[in-house]
C-alpha cells in the first residue's frame, strides 16, 4: 500500500519562509510525476507546482517564490515557498503518480498540510 506523508507545514508571517516535505513509501515501482496542490477556505483545489522527468510547472502565482524539487532516492519531493503572501494560506496536498503493483498506475495523494500566512 503506498503512503504520501507531509510534513514542513505552520504559521508563519508575511515574507517569511517555510519548505514542504511529501515522502512516498510502499510497494513503489515507478514514480512518475510529483507535486503539490493547495485549497484555499472556499476555493477549489488548484495546482501549485509540478515536477515530471526533470522539468517543472509553477502556477503563475507562485512563480519567482516557490521551488520544487525531487530526491529520486528518497521517493520525496520538496516545495521551498519563500516571500509568502497572506494568500498562499491554505491546505497544501502532495500527489504522486506512481506504478505500485498489483494496483494499476495512478495518482497518490498525502492528507494535507496546513500553511498559515500572517499578514
Known amino acids: 500500500q503506498v503512503q504520501l506523508v507531509e510534513s514542513g507545514g505552520g504559521l508563519v508571517q508575511a515574507g517569511g519562509s517555510l519548505r514542504l516535505s511529501c515522502a512516498a513509501s510502499?510497494?513503489?515501482?515507478?514514480?512518475?510525476?510529483m507535486g503539490w496542490y493547495r485549497q484555499a477556505p472556499g476555493k477549489e483545489r488548484e495546482l501549485v507546482a509540478r515536477?515530471?522527468?526533470?522539468?517543472?510547472n509553477y502556477a503563475d502565482s507562485v512563480k519567482g517564490r516557490f521551488t520544487i524539487s525531487r530526491d529520486n532516492a528518497k521517493n520525496t519531493v520538496y516545495l521551498q515557498m519563500n516571500s509568502l503572501k497572506p494568500e498562499d494560506t491554505g491546505v497544501y496536498y502532495c500527489?504522486?503518480?506512481?506504478?505500485?503493483?498489483?494496483?494499476?498506475?495512478?495518482?497518490?495523494w498525502g492528507q494535507g498540510t496546513q500553511v498559515t500566512v500572517s499578514s
Open positions: 500527489y504522486a503518480d506512481i506504478y505500485a503493483p498489483p494496483s494499476p498506475r495512478r495518482d497518490y
Open positions: 510502499g510497494n513503489i515501482f515507478s514514480i512518475y510525476g
Open positions: 515536477i515530471f522527468s526533470g522539468s517543472t
